[in-house]
Nanobody, 124 residues
Framework: QVQLVESGGGLVQAGGSLRLSCAFS????????MGWFRQAPGKEREFVAA????????YYGDSVKGRFTISRDNTANTVYLQMNSLKPEDTAVYYC?????????????????WGQGTQVTVSS
């Protein structure tokens, strides 16, 4: 069974940066595409970023493009989300997810495993 554990969330001022980490265990990490999603109170879960199994290809949601960077370390079984130039509207619970495919995945229903989420709060 795959387990995903996010860390790195917290409170930051607008314009600041945070780096989220998601530790993967239970299966072979390099067999999974990974993604980050977020959900703000009263809103639907939103796609943030995704990365291919090898890390060679990435894809971003329009609202974070140019500010966030997803990466992965297949030796450390970890996926990261570097978030720069944070805005109050980035405030949400951030979730990492794993899909047992090699390609980029943006649809939530294609992800099999989810972490418990980490809160990111950006103050104005």
């Amino acid at each position: 069974q795959v387990q995903l554990v996010e860390s790195g969330g917290g409170l930051v001022q607008a314009g600041g940066s945070l780096r989220l980490s998601c530790a993967f265990s239970g299966r072979t990490f390099s067999n999974y595409a990974m993604g980050w999603f977020r959900q703000a109170p009263g809103k639907e879960r939103e796609f943030v970023a995704a990365i291919r199994y090898s890390g060679g290809s990435t894809y971003y949601g329009d609202s974070v493009k140019g500010r966030f960077t997803i990466s992965r370390d297949n030796t450390a079984n970890t996926v990261y989300l570097q978030m720069n130039s944070l805005k109050p509207e980035d405030t949400a619970v951030y979730y990492c997810a794993a899909a047992p495919v090699y390609s980029i995945v943006t649809e939530p229903f294609r992800y099999t495993y989810w972490g418990q989420g980490t809160q990111v709060t950006v103050s104005s």
